[in-house]
Nanobody, 117 residues
Framework: QVQLVESGGGLVQAGGSLRLSCAAS????????MGWYRQAPDKQRELVATITSGGWPNYADFVKGRFTISRDNAKNTVDLQMNSLKPEDTAVYYCFGRRLRDSFAFWGQGTQVTVSP
């Protein structure tokens, strides 16, 4: 069993920054890749960024150069530093962790990010 809890969302003006954090607990040793999805109202869920257990990141094109994903395996956390935020970044952001053996994904409860014009 793995539990993921996100924090750090909020309201920010366009051009501002937020840092999201995801804390994993439970059977964290079974988790390999971690990352973030987001979902805006009436839109499909979008993959934002992923990071391997070794710390190798990749990003969706729409956040490259603005967002940075990082993880601390000792603390079982994964963060998303979001800079130069745009109104279109407004969404609920969900943390996930993927189990290596079968790719089963665990999800957090989500944290709201709202970017005002």
């Amino acid at each position: 069993q793995v539990q993921l809890v996100e924090s750090g969302g909020g309201l920010v003006q366009a051009g501002g920054s937020l840092r999201l954090s995801c804390a994993a607990s439970g059977s964290t040793g079974s988790i390999n890749a971690m990352g973030w999805y987001r979902q805006a109202p009436d839109k499909q869920r979008e993959l934002v960024a992923t990071i391997t257990s070794g710390g190798w990141p990749n990003y969706a094109d729409f956040v490259k150069g603005r967002f940075t994903i990082s993880r601390d395996n000792a603390k079982n956390t994964v963060d998303l530093q979001m800079n130069s935020l745009k109104p279109e970044d407004t969404a609920v952001y969900y943390c996930f962790g993927r189990r290596l053996r079968d790719s089963f994904a665990f999800w957090g409860q989500g944290t709201q990010v709202t970017v005002s014009p």
